[in-house]
């Protein structure tokens, strides 16, 4: 997905760190990658300052990192930091669906929300083996943050939110996998039956589900770097 020119404005510096960390989410700028401030720049149509300043907000959440004299470059996707996002990420999960299906259970449950949940998964049948992986990540993550709304907690998605983007990298090694990719949207339509239906087996089906993606990934990455390391 290529970047687009962003138009000039006094929330600059947000809007290019949001549209640098999308394309370090969905590897337009590849693990490892040198950045260079000029070229980002000029894609962009901004001046250098504001690429700057969105680079330092990117590094604070471990997304580029120095490189020594050689400037900036996109952090490369490390197992045992995505194990640890993992972990939070299932608990939360799981906290999510449960609250959701409570609600449903106690008649708290706007319709419109159910309405949305199910468009997400009317969507994802239309998918076939052609459908960019861009496209299953983004639908992958609506639907996540669906459930999250459902919860009630805004808490939640404060606490998720800046995790995201880590999840969203390593999601390539694993929605590019026939089987797995198939079975994980297996997975979304039993925990939004389960919520539905205002079964409280949602905060276990959705914790088992983070927790199965997050070992896929790790086993992935992990396989990944071994096949690097020894050619």
Known sequence: MPMKLI???????DRVYERLRQAIALADLA?????????????LGVSRQPVSHALQLLKRDGLVEETGRKGLKVTEIDPAHLREIYQVRAALDGLAAGLAAARVAEGRMPEAELKNLAAILHQADSFGDDTP??????LDVDFHNQVIVMSGNRR?????????????R?????????????????????????????????????RAHAENAGKETEARLTARQSLKNTA
């Open 7 to 13: 138009d000039q404005s006094p929330i600059l510096v």
């Open 31 to 43: 693990p490892g990658e040198r950045i260079r401030q000029a070229e980002l720049a000029e894609r």
């Open 133 to 138: 992986v861009v496209e299953r990540i983004a």
């Open 156 to 168: 939640i998605a404060e606490t998720l939110e800046p995790q995201f983007s880590h999840m969203m």
């Open 170 to 206: 390593s999601m390539r090694l694993v929605l590019d996998i026939g089987g797995f990719r198939e079975s994980a949207w297996e997975h979304h339509t039993e925990i939004a039956r389960l919520i539905a239906a205002g079964d409280a087996a949602a905060e276990g089906a959705a």
